[in-house]
């Protein structure tokens, strides 16, 4: 079975940094490429970045560009998200889905949540 | 960046109606649209993908049209269980760009 489970979210203050992590079974991870996708309480989903299978290409939201940086360890089977300088407005729910087109499987989701 | 502007932002409707969704991009994407599902407190759910294509395991009331700017998603006879909110998503450049989103309410 296609699974993505991500981990890592919490509670930190504005200015902190925060890791989350995605790991994926049931399917070949190093051949696709892996988006994270947010979505903040009782708004709509926003396209955060984006990792091809070899980490040639990679893609960020204005908003976090600079901020945030993907990875990924083929090896692990492991997709990340490192997030630095939060802000309130990073609160939402994360998502990693598989896919270039956007995500064809999610995970669950991680609720991250930037409060003094 | 590409926008894409989703009609309506919600509907109600009757078990069996048919129900259209609309999403409009604001430069051509050729084909390069899904369609996603989300009920309250679940991830989203592919239902569609290249603007027509059913993803495996969707009912087939569900169907998408369209290309260049104009994109549809019909259900063709609306169950209780399509109570949800549905989204497009371009997927012709980056940054990937989601509609605002339409609440399917169940009269």
């Known amino acids: 079975e296609v699974q993505l489970v991500e981990s890592g979210g919490g509670l930190v203050k504005p200015g902190e940094s925060l890791r989350l992590s995605c790991a994926a079974s049931g399917f070949t991870f190093g051949a696709y490429g892996m988006n994270w996708i947010r979505q903040a309480p009782g708004k709509g989903l926003e396209w955060v970045s984006f990792?091809?299978?070899?980490?040639?290409?990679?893609y960020y939201a204005d908003s976090v560009k600079g901020r945030f940086t993907i990875s990924r360890d083929n090896a692990k089977d492991s997709l990340y998200l490192q997030m630095n300088s939060l802000r309130a407005e990073d609160t939402a729910v994360y998502y990693c889905?598989?896919?270039?087109?956007?995500?064809?499987?999610w995970g669950q989701g991680t609720l991250v949540t930037v409060s003094s | 960046d590409i926008q894409m502007t989703q009609s309506p932002s919600s509907l109600s409707a009757s078990v069996g109606d048919r129900v259209t969704i609309t999403c409009r991009a604001s430069?051509?994407?050729?084909?390069?649209l899904g369609w996603y599902q989300q009920k309250p407190g679940k991830a989203p759910k592919r239902l569609i993908y290249?603007?027509?294509s059913l993803q495996s395991g969707v009912p087939s009331r569900f169907s998408g049209s369209g290309s260049g700017t104009e994109f549809t998603l019909t259900i063709s006879s609306l169950q209780p269980e399509d109570s949800a909110t549905y989204y497009c998503l371009q997927h012709n450049s980056y940054p990937r760009t989601f509609g605002q989103g339409t609440k399917v309410e169940i009269k």
């Open positions: 889905t598989r896919g270039n087109w956007g995500g064809d499987t």
């Open positions: 990792i091809s299978d070899s980490t040639t290409y990679i």
């Open positions: 430069q051509g994407i050729r084909n390069e």
């Open positions: 290249t603007a027509s």
